[in-house]
């Protein structure tokens, strides 16, 4: 099953003008922005025993036991590719598209994202809550889809806004096999100066600001064991949870993923 984003409601086609309200359009950085993970083949040939056995172990799983982590090792030290400022933060997620087929797994991602930063005390300021911002958008209602970005943080009392645009999510790769991905773009923006932090641009209302900073997250294989009506639910779920951690590590040091990690 593939959610490509195609059409563009009104607000994101304010965000294709840049930043003068939005964070931006919904294009891609060229490759050499996108993020430099270690693929299979780069891997030590010791791990790739870990991965085959990884596998055979879930294809052994049917159902909602495939979504289980299978395990928790730590790999290397990874640095934060953009550590916060302890300001108070809003965690914005838009899915204009609906890429995700459940419009409460963007507050899902907001509300795991906030989990994660505060966890980790990658922000120890105020976390605007996701019932917050769900109540501006519902008492504002057309004026907060047009509202731009920087505004809804001042609203709300944020000082900063950490804005994941998702863009596109697909979760088979072949038949017969589950491998959910999603693609999204994540900016931050200072709502009290009306600028974009990271990546770094002009001013907000610059309209030759360029995308956010591309993250894809991509799950392991999982075979279909005809686990039935809800294995694709769950498995967006938990693609849910693991973008909101992949968002959330831009932000502070981490360990990363081992192989097989991210076999559910």
């Known amino acids: 099953m593939m959610r490509n984003a195609t059409g563009r409601d009104a607000r994101r086609q304010a965000m294709a003008h840049g930043e003068a309200g939005f964070s931006g359009g919904a294009g891609f950085p060229p490759a050499s922005r ?6 299979a083949e780069t891997k030590p040939k010791r791990r790739r025993a870990t991965v085959v056995a990884l596998a055979l172990l879930a294809l052994t799983l049917t159902g909602c036991e495939a979504f289980s982590y299978l395990s928790t090792m730590g790999g290397e030290k990874v640095s934060a590719v953009y550590p916060l400022a302890d300001r108070p933060t809003l965690v ?17 991602i907001a509300n795991h994202v906030n989990h994660h930063l505060s966890e980790n005390e990658a922000v120890q300021s105020t976390l605007v809550s996701q019932a917050e911002l769900v109540a501006l958008a519902e008492r504002l209602d057309e004026e907060y889809r047009q509202m731009p970005i920087d505004r809804v943080g001042q609203q709300l009392g944020a000082e900063q806004v950490v804005h ?9 790769s072949a038949p017969g096999m589950y491998r959910p991905t999603a693609q999204v773009e994540v900016k931050v923006i200072d709502a009290a100066e009306s600028r974009r932090l990271f990546p ?8 030759s600001a360029p995308p956010g900073h591309r993250l894809q997250t991509q799950m392991d294989y999982i075979a279909d064991n005809g686990g039935g009506a809800g294995v694709e ?11 909101a951690l992949d968002v959330a590590q831009l932000f502070y040091d981490h360990r990363e993923a081992e192989p097989g990690s991210r076999l559910r």
């Not at 914005?92 to 899902?108: Q, W």
């Not at 770094?200 to 309209?207: I, K, M």
């Not at 639910?233 to 973008?243: C, F, G, I, K, Y």
């Open 164 to 172: 994941v645009l998702i863009d596109r999510v697909q979760l088979t």
């Open 34 to 39: 996108r993020d430099a993970r270690p693929t």
């Open 92 to 108: 914005m997620v838009e899915d204009p598209d609906n890429a995700l087929g459940d419009p409460t797994l963007s507050r899902v």
């Open 233 to 243: 639910p769950a498995m967006m779920r938990a693609l849910a949870e693991q973008v």
């Open 200 to 207: 770094s641009a002009n001013r907000v209302e610059d309209r």
